[in-house]
Every structure is written in C-alpha cells, then in structure tokens.
C-alpha cells in the first residue's frame, strides 16, 4: 500500500527547484513514474512529498548540432527518442536500445532523466551514453554542475545527485569519423531488463588497420555501470583479429563484478560479460572500418 504524501506539480525548472528546497527534509521528485512508483507500491520508499516535473517542458527536447552533438533534456522520454528523425540519423544505436527497452506502454512514459537518475545498473541507457562519452547535467537553486556520466552511478542505485538537485540533461558530444557503437543486452523475454549489456564504441583509424579508441562498457555486471578499461586497452593500436578478441573477451569479464541473483550466478553473468564483449566488439570493427 502507498503511503499518504503531498504532491505538488511544477510546471517550470524554477517551480521545481522551489518545491526541491522547501521540501528538503523529505520529497521525491516523480516524472513517468515508471521506476518509482514500483518502489512506492512495494513500501521501499515513502516519501512525505512528491515533486511530480513531468510537465516541465523545458526539459522535453532533443537537439543536435554536428559540432557539439546531442542534448537530451531530462523529461524527454524513451519513445522520443526512438522516434526522432535525429537520434536515427545521427545516433542510431540509441534507436536500437529503446526499441528493446520494455514495453510501448513504458517507454510512453519512462523519461532519460528518470531512468539515469534511478541507478539501476541494469538500465539500457547507462552503458551506451557512457560508450559515447555522456556527460550529465544538473542543477539545485544555487548552480548549476555536470558530471561524465562514468561518475554520476555511484553505487546499486545511487547515484551523484544531491539533496535538492535536479538532473537537467544528458549530452552525448559529436561521434569522431570512423567511429562504430553497438549495443546488446542479453535476456530471457524480449524488451525485458538485460541479465548482462555490453556497449562497445571502436574508432579506427584512417586506413582502418588498426583502432585509434575503444570504449567498452558492461551493463548488470557491477553495483553501477563499468568501463572494461584494461580490455580497451588490448586494442588500442592494434588490428583486431580472433586472438585478440579473445583476450578482450577475457579481459573484460575479469572487470566485472556480477552479483548472483535468481537471474543468474555470478560465473554464468562473467561468461555472457565474455561473449557479448566479443560480440559487440566484432560487430562495431566490422561496421567501423567500413566508414569514411
Ligand atoms: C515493466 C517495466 C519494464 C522495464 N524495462 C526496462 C528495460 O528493459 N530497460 C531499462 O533501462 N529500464 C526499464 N524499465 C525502467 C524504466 O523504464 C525506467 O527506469 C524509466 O525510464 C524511469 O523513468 P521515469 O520518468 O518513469 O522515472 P520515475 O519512476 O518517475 O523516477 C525514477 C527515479 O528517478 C528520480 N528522478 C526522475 N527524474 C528525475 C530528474 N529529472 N532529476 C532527479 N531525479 C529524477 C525519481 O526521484 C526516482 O528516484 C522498466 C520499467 C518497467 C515498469
């Protein structure tokens, strides 16, 4: 059952910054609802005052300049950014993870902010703005600040955000030429949360023969999302060929640091952290060297 609570609505950032500070002492904020309500319906949160910012238009936009890239606002929801001409032009990856991420219905009303800002490692976003660099930002009446997206997920979720603070947006700067990024989660029933994601961003260098940067990026797999920063590190300035995707394979489900839970033992979690790496690694070279 859901504890009685005072809601309040705020129509600008202003309006919910306002509420944030006179309700300091005890509030959540709710947007789509989509995480928070689960947690309120099971009794895990309680909170005297509910801050609802879904009709904080300022923060519903997606917008792209080829120098800068892509800011996503913060009340902007999955389905928008499935649907828009710029994510499928400039970043399809993104396209392809919301098309398997839940359901119509909730991706109708789960919002970028909500999902970041829940710190579920298992979320669908985290991996794959961390492999395209994210950097988020956030804002309590006093200033504003941002932070790399690697270091807002603090902990199983827990998240940088402090007392007061709202998160305003996600910015994912411009994709540098012959640069692939590929995104998979492995589950059970489709479109439901990944038992392990792995994202994996390669950047090859002019002739192709070899990779300039490599951002590999596991999902489920830790208290938070996690760089594999030592498997990266296997390809920079080399040719991928089979051996060496078997060590980066390797090497990134030593990285991890799965739980075991009733979706999997920690040692089955490291095996699919070893073959999705393989595979995403793979798939984003193939499609890399094949870029102008
Ligand atoms: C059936 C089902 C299946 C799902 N499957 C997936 C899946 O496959 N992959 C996946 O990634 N997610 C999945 N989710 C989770 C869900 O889609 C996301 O977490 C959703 O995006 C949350 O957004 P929201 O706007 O609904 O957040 P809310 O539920 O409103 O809020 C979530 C948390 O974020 C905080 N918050 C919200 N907005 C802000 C803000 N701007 N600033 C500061 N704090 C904020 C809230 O206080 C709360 O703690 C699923 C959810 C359901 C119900």
Known sequence: MIRDFVYSRAKTIKEALDLLEKHK??????????????????????PENLIDIKGVEELSYINFKPKEGLKIGATTTHREVEKSSITKKH??????????????QTRNWGTIGGNLAHGDPAGDPGPVFIALNAIVKMANMEKERILPLEEFFV?????????????????????PPKTAIMYEKFNIIKNDQGIVSVAASLTVDDGGSSCKDARIVLGAAAATPIRAKKAEQILIGKKLDEGLLEKIG????????????????????????????????????????TLT
């Open 25 to 46: 002492d005890d509030y959540k904020i709710i947007c789509g609802g989509q995480s928070l309500l689960i947690l309120m319906r099971q009794g895990l949160v309680a």
């Open 91 to 104: 970043y399809p990856v993104l396209v392809d993870m919301e098309e398997n991420l839940a359901s119509v």
């Open 155 to 175: 902990d199983f979720f827990e998240t940088a955000l402090e007392e007061g603070e709202l998160l305003l947006e996600v910015q994912l700067p411009a994709i």
């Open 250 to 289: 390797k090497k990134a489900s030593e990285e991890a640091d799965p739980v075991a839970d009733i979706h999997a033992t920690e040692e089955y979690r490291r095996h699919l952290v070893k073959a999705l790496t393989k595979k995403m690694v793979r798939k984003a070279w193939e499609q890399a060297i």
